[in-house]
């Protein structure tokens, strides 16, 4: 089992910069596919950013291609994700998750989730 707590949300200006991460406890968190995930009001839950275990593949919805960067550090049991270039449609909360399934870019998939925590991107 992993714990997740999310830190980093805040208000921010369009076309700045946010860095989100996710600290997990518990064993074993190199075992974990990990996934960054945010809901705005009136909407589903939607993946935004996915990384796999081991060998650091990366998955992005195309909403945010180019403009955010998933990134893990197994030493730390961390998972960050960089934001830029920001826009009113990036305001949410945004969910760090944690799976041990192959399909990692599946949200169903996912087992484990922090709190959340808040973008507001200001027009």
């Known amino acids: 089992q992993v714990r997740l707590v999310e830190s980093g949300g805040g208000l921010v200006q369009t076309g700045g910069s946010l860095r989100l991460s996710c600290a997990a406890s518990?064993?074993?968190?190199?075992?974990?596919?990990m996934g960054w995930f945010r809901q705005a009001p009136g909407k589903g839950r939607e993946l935004v950013a996915a990384?796999?275990?081991?060998?650091?593949?990366?998955s992005y919805s195309d909403s945010v291609k180019g403009r955010f960067t998933i990134s893990r550090d197994n030493a730390k049991n961390t998972v960050d994700l960089q934001m830029s270039s920001l826009k009113p449609e990036d305001t949410a909360i945004y969910y760090c998750?944690?799976?041990?399934?192959?399909?990692?870019?599946?949200?169903?998939?996912?087992?484990?989730w922090g709190q959340g925590t808040q973008v507001t991107v200001s027009s």
């Open positions: 518990g064993r074993g968190f190199s075992n974990y596919a």
């Open positions: 998750a944690a799976t041990t399934s192959m399909r990692y870019t599946t949200r169903s998939e996912y087992n484990y």
């Open positions: 990384i796999d275990r081991y060998f650091g593949g990366t």
